[in-house]
């Protein structure tokens, strides 16, 4: 059974950082891209960024919103994709998900989510 | 940017009903389109890929269709479960892009 499970959310201060985790299982993570998509409270859904596999050398895109000031990044040995946020706006408040890119190269897992509150 | 555009945003229906959303693409993505569901409070889940591909252990009263820029979500016979927020994605081109949403409330 593929899990997806995100730690490391919680309340930090405008122009502050934090490090989201997404430990994955049930599936050879090595082998798949995975992503970031988050949801302000209220809210639909807005993608954030992805992390290629090594086959792909590890290359990553970004959304116009947070390139610059997020990064995706993974460790295969630990079955893990992190997204690495700084210079936090009130506009980065969300849950954010860890998803899996099938080999459909669509979203077809998605994790529990993680709540980012950015607020002074 | 690819933009999606679901309607309606909010579907009032009752229990054995067939019910149909649409979703619109800004330009065309072939057949690159999901349609996930979500329940509140809760993470959203994977119904359909590829416009019509059915996920592993979704009910097959679930359908999709479409390609090009206009897909439709389909549900045979609503069940009560059924009541939940969908999005379309496109997989097209980035940056990924979602739908709205629409909103199905029981009437």
């Known amino acids: 059974e593929v899990q997806l499970v995100e730690s490391g959310g919680g309340l930090v201060q405008p122009g502050g950082s934090l490090r989201l985790s997404c430990a994955a299982s049930?599936?050879?993570?090595?082998?798949?891209?995975m992503d970031w998509v988050r949801q302000a409270p209220g809210k639909g859904l807005e993608w954030v960024g992805r992390?290629?596999?090594?086959?792909?050398?590890?290359?990553?895109e970004y959304a116009a919103s947070v390139k610059g000031r997020f990064s995706v990044s993974r460790d295969d040995s630990e079955n893990s994709v992190y997204l690495q946020m700084s210079s936090l706006k009130s506009e980065d408040t969300a849950v954010y998900f860890c998803?899996?890119?099938?080999?459909?190269?669509?979203?077809?897992?998605w994790g529990l989510g993680a709540l980012v509150i950015v607020s002074s | 940017d690819i933009q999606l555009t679901q309607s309606p945003s909010i579907l009032s229906a009752s229990v054995g009903d067939r019910v149909t959303i649409t979703c619109r693409a800004s330009?065309?993505?072939?057949?690159?389109l999901a349609w996930h569901q979500q329940k509140p409070g809760k993470a959203p889940n994977l119904l359909i890929s590829?416009?019509?591909t059915l996920h592993s252990g979704v009910p097959s009263r679930f359908s999709g269709s479409g390609s090009g820029t206009e897909f439709t979500l389909t549900i045979s016979s609503l069940q009560p479960e059924d009541f939940a927020t969908y999005y379309c994605?496109?997989?097209?081109?980035?940056?990924?892009?979602f739908g709205q949403g629409t909103r199905l409330e029981s009437k």
């Open positions: 998803v899996r890119i099938g080999l459909g190269i669509t979203i077809d897992y």
């Open positions: 049930g599936f050879t993570f090595s082998d798949y891209y």
């Open positions: 992390c290629r596999n090594k086959a792909n050398s590890y290359t990553t």
């Open positions: 330009q065309a993505i072939n057949s690159c």
């Open positions: 590829a416009a019509s």
């Open positions: 994605q496109q997989c097209k081109s980035y940056p990924l892009t």
